[in-house]
């Protein structure tokens, strides 16, 4: 199939069924090569960072009424106008002509004319870069809700600096395992396939891809490191596993953070496993296998309904959430939320928290963490349970004063760290 085909195909699917991006990997990418598979992850994360800019410019400058066509065609020329300005630095002109191409063949003559009228007008706009990023298109670009967010819970410059860091194209990171290999080691492998990387400051385990494509490398294969951004480690940071402590990951699918959890104590932590999806078995356990790694236990509960015998000296959660941290790699998800699903997240992350303290011994801790930078679904929900169970209190991790908002509450912020964002607050049983 035509690359810019499927690229309208996958936007339309997304728009219709609200679903993650990379939910829809396995079906869009196994048949393509490594180029086509980058170009189009490339145009469907730029569209839903861009589309209204794009919108915007077509309404403004070339017809008031686009925004009044149908549905598929309004897509269709935001497809063609979020390459065109975006990604096309040659400006070629030859994506005015596959679009017009692809709307012959999907939407009929008549509106082809259309579609060709626009995109011929669009290629004689002269926009500098300044123009289509500035801050106006850059707030244009996040649902007013998200925005409205942002400014409430963070002062002007920071909000801003947020969503100009989500318009941004995220690099690659891993992480190294250093039960396998040190890091100096995996380092000097990757000079010998010209793969080159650079340390990343605060989180002294990760590597930034700075140059080659280390996935389809044999040290990959060989579980010498894992991809992660660095952020998403921090729960794990803060919950400061230690040899043969007795802990359970309540939401660990892909299990991510539990296998750092295993690389931090040398593979020596009992460690129980727990996630809502029985699908995800199969990966959780080829992550495992793949890094070395072991664990104790895997069940299949729903984390406000978990029930089990043992008790545990820590508990990690990483809670459903709104994903806002993730915006930035995850653009689509600012466009398939909505407020009514925030209220039932926090409902659930409340939940989850008061059970996972029924399993907990005296003198243990909860790390509750979140992928999110909105504080009703962080601080909000960590002061909700200490007012529901005075057993607990806020307790603090030495280490990382950098990332430390308030007592026992830890943040990396993409406005202030240049990071994907991450809440981790680390909570103890004193009685």
């Not at 040290?219 to 007795?246: A, C, M, R, T, W």
């Amino acid at each position: 199939m035509n690359l810019r085909l499927k690229f309208y195909k996958t936007v339309m699917k997304i728009f219709n069924s609200g679903i993650m991006f990379e939910s829809l990997y396995p079906e869009l990418l196994p048949d393509m090569d490594e180029r086509g598979k980058r170009q189009l992850i490339n145009l469907v994360n730029q569209f839903f960072r861009n589309f209204t800019i794009v919108e915007k410019i077509l309404i403004n400058k070339i017809d008031k009424k686009i925004d009044k066509q149908k549905f598929k065609v309004s897509m269709l020329l935001l497809c063609a106008g979020v390459e065109y300005f975006y990604l096309n630095s040659s400006k070629d002109y030859a994506v005015v002509n596959d679009y017009v191409n692809i709307a012959k063949k999907a939407l009929g003559l008549h509106p082809s004319k259309y579609i060709n009228a626009i995109l011929r007008k669009m290629t004689e706009l002269n926009l500098s870069e300044d123009e289509l990023n500035s801050m106006d298109n850059i707030l244009l670009s996040h649902p007013e809700w998200i925005k409205d967010r942002m400014f409430k819970y963070y002062p002007k410059e920071v909000a801003e600096n947020i969503l100009r860091f989500n318009q941004t194209v995220p690099s690659l990171y891993i992480r190294v395992n250093t039960h396998r290999i040190a890091k100096e080691e995996l380092i000097a492998q990757f000079e010998k396939e010209n793969i080159e990387v650079e340390n990343v400051e605060n989180f002294l385990d990760f590597l930034k891809i700075i140059k080659g494509n280390p996935i389809h490398s044999k040290l990959f294969e060989d579980g010498f490191f894992y991809i992660q951004d660095p952020s998403h480690s921090l729960p794990v940071l803060i919950l400061q596993p230690n040899k043969n402590e007795k802990i359970l990951d309540l939401c660990s699918a892909p299990g991510g953070k539990a296998t750092y959890i295993q690389e931090l104590t040398k593979n020596k932590t009992k460690l129980f496993l727990n996630d809502i999806s029985l699908k995800k078995k199969i990966l959780i356990k080829s992550n495992f296998k793949r890094l070395g790694l072991d664990f104790n236990k895997l069940t299949f509960q729903e984390a406000e309904k978990f029930q089990s015998f043992d008790e545990f000296d820590k508990i990690l959660i990483d809670a459903p959430c709104s994903g806002s941290g993730n915006f930035r790699r995850h653009p689509e998800s600012r466009w398939n939320k909505d407020e009514e699903q925030l209220v039932l997240l926090k409902k659930l992350q409340l939940n989850i928290l008061k059970r996972a303290s029924k399993y907990v011994k005296k003198g243990g801790v909860i790390v509750y963490s979140t992928c999110s930078i909105f504080n009703d679904e962080n601080g909000e929900i960590v002061e909700k349970f200490l007012e529901y169970d005075s057993d607990y209190v806020l307790d603090n991790t030495e280490g990382y004063d950098i990332f430390k908002i308030s007592q026992g509450m830890y943040s990396v912020n993409p406005g202030i760290h240049n990071h994907e964002g991450s809440f981790a607050a680390r909570i103890k049983r004193i009685k």
